[in-house]
Each structure stands twice: as C-alpha cells, then as structure tokens.
C-alpha cells in the first residue's frame, strides 16, 4: 500500500493491473472521497482534486468537513496494565496522557514505515 498525505488527509494508492488504473480512497475519515488516474501523477492530482471538492462541497453546504483525527485515541487495557501505567506515569512526573504520548511517539520513531 502506498499513501501520501494533502491538506491533512491520507490517500491510500493501489495499482489495477486489469484496468491500467491507479485508484485510490482517503482512508482517515469516514466519508467516502476517491481518485484515480492512469499515471502516478495523474492519480496524485486527482487524489488533491477530489480533497479540494470534498472541502468546497462543505463550505457550500455550511458543514464542518470531517477531520482525519481527533487527537483522542479510546484505549482499553487490564486493570493490572492501568495500574503499572499509573506507576510508570506518577514516577515520570507526568499524567497517563502525557506518558503514553511520550512513549508512543518514541516507539513510532523506530516504525518503518513513511507517511
């Protein structure tokens, strides 16, 4: 899978051998937005036209465009795995939040993937 990111959306590429067509979907929201182009940079192109429309289409209508991410992650976990996040968290000088966000970002910093 191939993505690239524009105006705060990302835009998942897959290749159609079949058809000889690039297609793609914006995977990071719930409304359906999709491209296609026959050429890497016809289907970029695209994937940018079709998030512009998707934004204009908002506006006309009065409505808020929906927004890849929130910021707020629901986790659920073990009463055992809260309890030792609360002690890590507290001996760090640092709320859960602040902790987990630490220590998440530092492990994305190790993921092999590109945005």
């Known amino acids: 899978m191939q993505t690239a990111t524009y105006k705060g959306y990302t835009g998942k590429f897959e290749l159609n051998l079949e058809e000889n067509l690039i297609s793609g979907l914006v995977i990071d929201i719930k409304d359906v937005i999709t ?9 970029i192109n695209c994937f940018h036209k079709s998030v512009d429309d998707y934004l ?3 506006q006309e209508r009065g409505e808020e465009p929906e927004k890849p991410f929130s910021g707020k992650l629901p986790y659920r976990t073990t009463p055992e795995i809260h309890r030792k996040i609360y002690i890590a968290a507290t001996k760090a000088g640092k709320s859960i939040n602040a902790w987990m966000d630490e220590v998440l970002s530092t492990q994305l910093g190790h993921c092999p993937f590109k945005e």
């Open 56 to 58: 204009d289409f908002c």
């Open 35 to 43: 491209f296609h182009g026959q050429t890497i940079e016809e289907a």
